[in-house]
């Protein structure tokens, strides 16, 4: 009933910024969490940030003050600015909504960063 769709991942240098978007569609209410993750080859995937109940933002450690997580409720859209990006960013990122409607992921966009 709900599908999520990331785009903007792509091939950027260290240093350089990508915007990453989610677009969901369908029945889409009671949404506890919304955010962000990514998995390297070889790596757990990892929670990168995430908005919560209230407002309440999370980033991981090694993103924060790169990163920032927002979203459009009009447009039912999320986003991931990513700027200062570092190599170790590489990752397929994925975006995730979980509520009532259950818990539901995006396919995945690569974003891949060069040195």
């Known amino acids: 009933q709900v599908q999520l769709v990331e785009s903007g991942g792509g091939l950027v240098q260290a240093g350089g910024s990508l915007r990453l978007s989610c677009a969901a569609s369908g029945s889409i209410f009671s949404i506890n969490t919304m955010g962000w993750y990514r998995q390297a080859p070889g790596q757990q995937r990892e929670l990168v940030a995430e908005i919560r109940s209230g407002a309440w933002i999370m980033y991981a450690d090694s993103v924060k003050s790169r990163f920032t997580i927002s979203r459009d409720n009009a447009k039912n859209t999320m986003y991931l600015q990513m700027n200062s990006m570092k190599p170790e960013d590489t990752a397929v990122y994925y975006c995730?909504?979980?509520?009532?409607?259950?818990?539901?992921w995006g396919q995945g966009t690569q974003v891949t960063v060069s040195s």
């Open positions: 995730n909504l979980n509520g009532i409607i259950g818990d539901y």
